[in-house]
């Protein structure tokens, strides 16, 4: 098995709700980005973001909260003219596939910033649209946690 070189640390950003409640209105994703850290140099290596447009998106509506818009200065045209999270998925595969793994494993860990923006929000629309999810997407390291675990000590 490869040992870990790199760090690949995942944001995602919902049309609903945000902070502690991301996830729980069941909005779709808007904004899925990624950083992958360079643990044996100490620096950022690649860095990308993808508008996502949503499924249900309704040209005629708003889709965005006023957090998603104010937040992260995404607008109703971005979303309306971005991709499909399905491709989205597909091109960081690709990388992680092609960039970040040998014949004898992957070299990266996934990062993120507390459990929902996998648990509440990508695995279940993932689910929810049939869009597998790679297996890495299943082994994590949360910061949060991690973090509230260094402050116990």
Request: charged fraction near 25%.
């Amino acid at each position: 098995m490869a040992t870990t070189r790199y760090l690949v640390v995942v944001y995602v950003v919902t049309a609903g709700l945000h902070d502690d409640d991301l996830g729980s209105d069941e909005e779709e994703t808007v904004l899925f980005a990624w950083v992958v850290v360079d643990i044996t140099n100490n620096k950022v290596v690649h860095l990308n973001h993808h508008v996502v447009k949503p499924r249900t998106a309704d040209v005629n509506e708003n889709i965005l909260s006023e957090v998603a818009r104010n937040r992260y200065g995404l607008t109703e045209e971005q979303i309306k003219n971005g991709q499909p999270l399905e491709n989205v998925l597909e091109q960081l595969d690709q990388f992680v596939k092609t960039k970040l793994s040998s014949e004898t494993g992957r070299s990266f860990q996934l990062i993120i910033d507390g459990q929902l923006h996998l648990r509440q929000v990508l695995h279940p629309e993932a689910s929810n649209k049939g869009i597998p999810l790679p297996e890495y997407f299943n082994t994590f390291y949360d910061l949060r946690k991690e973090f509230r675990v260094l402050q116990k000590q």
